[in-house]
């Protein structure tokens, strides 16, 4: 069975500093995608950047990227400038053609300090 | 595009009674929408999917008596909390895959619901 790990469930960056988000996962599977999604205090799910694992290339969006290491299992997520606005839970989700449900990690609460 | 809207956002209903709560996909047809329950500083918990036209598939521990699912069209679902007790209460969000080749989904803000 799948799993996806999120092992820091706290983090705090100083405003306009760089935070690194860790997920790695574990999956037989050949054909998947991996998702970093935010929940700010409204709740609403916000999905900041996908990856298909069979891209080499790490994702970016904007001051946000990647690092996919698909024989590591390991998916980690980059906020450059953070901003206060970047607070908020980040989840980790994988997701793969056998069943298409998500499988969220346990997340992390990232915090951004002025 | 690609949004999911939910109602209500938030319900307080009394212990025993019924609470339906809907999930409609406003600019796209969802042939499968799915439904996740957040307890506080938690993570998401899938419930069920469910397919249009056909009977949700429920997640292992998940009362298919308490909660029913229906997927009546391509573009609403809904999940009803029967005789409701307090310890239902919860943040339920509902989610939609735009079609069958699509990995991702697109979230609804959510329904609190709150049993007292």
């Known amino acids: 069975a799948q799993t996806v790990t999120q092992s820091q469930p706290e983090m705090s960056v100083q405003e306009a500093e760089t935070v690194t988000l860790s997920c790695t996962y574990d999956t037989s599977e050949n054909n998947y995608y991996l998702f970093w999604y935010k929940q700010p205090p409204s709740r609403q799910m916000i999905l900041v950047i996908r990856?298909?694992?069979?891209?080499?290339q790490n994702a970016t969006e904007n001051r946000f990227s990647v690092n996919f290491q698909k024989a590591a299992k390991s998916f980690s997520l980059k906020i450059s400038d953070s901003q206060l606005g970047d607070t908020a839970m980040y989840f980790c989700?994988?997701?793969?053609?056998?069943?298409?449900?998500?499988?969220f990690g346990t997340g992390t609460r990232l915090k951004v300090l002025a | 595009g690609a949004v999911v809207s939910q109602h209500p956002s938030w319900v307080i209903c009394k212990s025993g009674t019924s609470v339906k709560i809907e999930c409609r996909s406003l600019d796209f047809q969802a042939t499968t929408m799915f439904w996740y329950r957040q307890f506080p500083k938690q993570s998401l918990m899938l419930m069920a999917t469910s397919n249009e036209g056909s009977k949700a598939t429920y997640e292992q521990g998940v009362e298919k008596d308490k909660f029913l699912i229906n997927h009546a069209s391509l573009t609403l679902s809904t999940l009803t909390v029967t005789s409701a007790h307090p310890e239902d209460s919860s943040f339920y969000i509902c989610?939609?895959?735009?079609?069958?080749?699509?990995?991702?989904?697109?979230f609804g803000p959510g329904t609190r619901l709150t049993v007292t």
């Open positions: 989610s939609a895959r735009a079609n069958p080749a699509a990995y991702e989904q697109y």
């Open positions: 989700a994988f997701t793969s053609s056998g069943t298409y449900k998500y499988i």
């Open positions: 990856q298909e694992a069979y891209k080499q």
